[in-house]
């Protein structure tokens, strides 16, 4: 079958390998569509601590049950998207429901081959079945999705909220979507990138060229001089670590999603005088996935502006080429 393969820093290629054959608790899934995430550039990169080439790429996928065993949950030719988070089970964290912060989490498409290829064997339990109404191409959205959900379920976000968006990235942007489904009223959004703004205004958020203009200076004009009431901090630079600070009312919470390349600088002094609370999210709970896919299955979402680009497996290269530059690209999906 024909793989998209990371084989060493800034090396991606198609190779050739076998089908894998599933396992006892696994099923063979014909993968549909599969995206790159800033997770996967880091590995590109030779960054990422675990990942180990030659490795598969792809954790955000979905694709059609191929072969199974009986009495599952799935069965040959359900239309699958793949929760790609594997724990323990048996951490304390594991062990009182929260897998999803495993002392010992790993990734399928990062700790194993993930979904950049024709096949991938993957364990049932890590499998979700599809509603008619949600497509292959949406479901390969699914992951990042749950991301937003989870961050703006995890925030104290109240109907009529002004909300401020540091970077307008895929997660940036899905948070932003979610935050209007939840009620927030204005809703900010800051980037550096006048395509991820163009989408931005699509989407109905008030996009911020911080190019030009100070995303708390136009936050606090709004507010008469309060600030935000959530802040969602998705860019992860020193410049939005302190835009966070500035950016939020008095007692509000920020919501720091971003994982930092290098530790920002965080002024807890100015935290201090206004009695900021900051918080962390990570991933997603099984819950936050099935949201998702209720979500998309009601219609509620309309993912498309999000794609910048579909290319067959064989434009690997090209895929990772084009994810270097923001301003060519968002959400970039594979079709093997
Ligand atoms: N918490 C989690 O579980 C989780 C999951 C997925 C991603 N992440 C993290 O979330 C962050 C965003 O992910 P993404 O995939 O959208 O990444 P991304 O790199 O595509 O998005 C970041 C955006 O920030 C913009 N930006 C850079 N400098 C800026 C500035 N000064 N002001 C405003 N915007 C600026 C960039 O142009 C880019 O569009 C990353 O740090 C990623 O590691 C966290
Ligand atoms: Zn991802
Ligand atoms: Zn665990």
């Known amino acids: 079958m024909k793989a998209g393969t990371y084989v060493s820093p800034k090396q991606v290629e198609m190779t050739e390998r076998e089908i894998p054959i599933p396992k006892a608790d696994e099923a063979l899934i014909k993968v549909s569509y599969g995206g790159i995430c800033g997770t996967d550039m880091m590995i590109y990169h030779g960054l990422h601590p675990r990942a180990e080439a030659p490795l598969i790429l792809g954790h955000e996928f979905s694709g059609v049950v191929e072969q199974v065993g009986e ?19 048996k951490c304390a964290a ?18 194993k081959d993930g979904g ?4 991938a064997t993957i364990p049932f339990n890590r499998l979700h079945v599809l509603p008619e109404s949600v497509t292959e191409k949406e479901a390969a959205m699914l992951e990042p999705l749950a991301v937003a959900i989870h961050t703006v379920r995890r925030s104290k976000l109240l109907v009529g909220d002004t909300v401020a968006i540091l970077g307008a990235g895929p997660i940036g942007l899905l948070i932003g ?8 009223g204005k809703i900010f959004i800051s980037d550096v990138s006048s395509m991820r703004l163009q989408v931005a205004r699509k989407l109905g958020l008030e996009a911020i060229d911080a190019r030009d203009l100070d995303i708390v200076q136009v936050v606090k004009e709004y507010t008469n001089g309060v600030g935000a009431d959530v802040v969602f901090e998705v860019a992860g630079s020193q410049i939005t670590a302190n835009q966070m600070i500035d950016c939020i009312k008095y007692q509000g919470e920020i919501m720091v999603v971003s994982v930092y390349k290098k530790p920002p600088t965080i002024q807890l002094a100015a935290m201090h005088f206004r009695e900021i609370s900051l918080s ?11 949201k998702a896919i209720e979500l998309l299955a009601q219609n509620k979402i309309n993912l498309d502006p999000l ?20 301003d060519q690209s968002l959400k970039i999906l594979f079709q093997p």
């Not at 599952?72 to 594997?86: F, N, S, W």
């Not at 979610?178 to 927030?184: D, E, F, L, T």
């Open 71 to 89: 009495n599952q949950h799935v069965k040959k030719g359900d239309k699958v998207a793949v929760e790609p988070l594997i724990s323990c089970g």
């Open 94 to 111: 594991c062990r009182n429901g929260q897998m999803h912060v495993c002392a010992k989490l790993r990734y399928i498409g990062i700790d």
């Open 116 to 119: 950049f290829a024709e096949y």
């Open 177 to 184: 979507i979610i935050a209007q489904r939840a009620g927030a």
């Open 280 to 290: 962390t999210t990570r991933c997603y709970s099984p819950e936050d996935f099935t």
């Open 307 to 326: 794609i910048s680009h579909i290319l067959p497996l064989e434009e690997i290269k090209t895929g990772f080429e084009l994810m270097e530059n923001p």
